[in-house]
């Protein structure tokens, strides 16, 4: 079934409409008794985005070749290029 809701209303009840889109539901979104637009939900994405993507994906980082080295302290010489402070070389 198709509702269709006014902007204000929408804009009122915006968390209880997408819970209906969730649940099925077509929403329109109308202005001044126009239909504009509809509400849906977006397709799976694999579940990769958002925040700790990269912690689910990797479940051993022992597996990455090279990981290790991402832990170690930073030389002297990086340290200099990552702040911009090029360092003279001890003679």
Known sequence: MTKIV???EAK??????VEQVLEGEEI????AGKPLV???????????EGRGALR?????P?????????FEPMSAEELA???D??????V
């Open 28 to 31: 329109i979104l109308a202005k």
């Open 81 to 83: 290029e990552w702040y």
């Open 85 to 90: 402070n090029p360092i003279e070389p001890d």
């Open 62 to 70: 022992a597996q990455i070749s090279g990981v290790e080295s991402l």
């Open 38 to 48: 509809r509400l849906t939900t977006l397709p799976e994405q694999g579940g990769l």
């Open 6 to 8: 006014n902007m204000h």
């Open 56 to 60: 689910k994906a990797i479940k051993n």
């Open 12 to 17: 009122t009840h915006l968390s209880r409409l």
